[in-house]
């Protein structure tokens, strides 16, 4: 992770569960960590922690709704105007709603479709150009997504049109399942099968960071967890 102190990388849906925890990591490295969500008390708490520790890197809260292309576009725009642009960029966020084909909202429908879908491929797409204006070419792109949560067709789209010298994982697959999303019907429960922490995905992302300019990581990690998304 050497290579990676100072450089600059954006965690969406950083406030909580594994996001939060890949913010830490990436901080605890020597970063300057871009952690965006609707909410951003929680991030601000954990940028106070990470100072408080001591880290080399640092984390800075963005209040972004990811549902809003306008904030997404606006939040790229400020990393540029203050950190020069993104060098990682990490899909973290995503949703779920408890509305089935049948019988669901179109508007559940609506707010799954922009946050795990458009706003993941907006990200890409504005990542990629901000790495391209300033001919980065170790970048990288990593989405952590869920067969629960994610577009895997779009996904797999995205490895296939990244250019070679910007790394794109798509594939780190994570089934991070919360009590919550057990109550509200969105999914159903996994018997007594053990936990992975959050901390867990965040010490896989910093190998697939840590890994050779040669080397492209794929992974698929199975978390049951009972912390709560946002």
């Known amino acids: ?48 922690e990470c100072q408080s520790a001591g880290y080399s890197g640092t984390l800075v809260p963005y209040k972004c709704d990811l549902s809003n292309e306008e904030e997404i576009l606006s939040m790229f725009s400020a990393i540029k105007t203050l950190h020069q642009g993104v060098d990682v960029c990490i899909n973290n966020a995503g949703l779920a709603h408890a509305e089935a084909l ?40 990593i989405n952590i997504n869920s067969p629960h949560l994610e577009p895997v067709p779009v996904i797999q789209y995205i490895r296939h049109n990244v250019p070679p010298d910007i790394k794109s994982e798509p594939d780190m697959a994570v089934q991070y399942v919360t009590k919550r999303m057990e109550k509200a019907g969105a999914i159903s429960g ?18 697939v960071l840590s890994a050779p300019p040669h080397v492209q990581v794929s992974i698929y990690i199975v978390a049951l967890s009972e912390v709560s998304i946002s």
């Open 190 to 207: 996994h018997g007594n099968h053990s936990c992975l922490k959050a901390e867990d995905i965040a010490i896989a992302v910093t190998y």
């Open 1 to 48: 992770m050497e290579r990676w102190k100072g450089r600059v990388a954006l965690v969406t849906g950083a406030s909580v569960g594994i996001g939060a925890a890949i913010a830490r990591a990436l901080v605890q490295h020597g970063m300057k960590v871009v952690g965006c969500s609707r909410s951003v008390d929680k991030i601000e708490k954990l940028a106070a």
């Open 102 to 141: 049948l019988c669901g909202k179109t508007e559940g429908w609506r707010n799954m479709i922009d946050v795990n879908v458009l706003a993941l491929s907006i990200c890409t797409r504005e990542a990629y150009q901000s790495m391209k204006e300033r001919n980065i070419d170790d970048g990288h792109i």
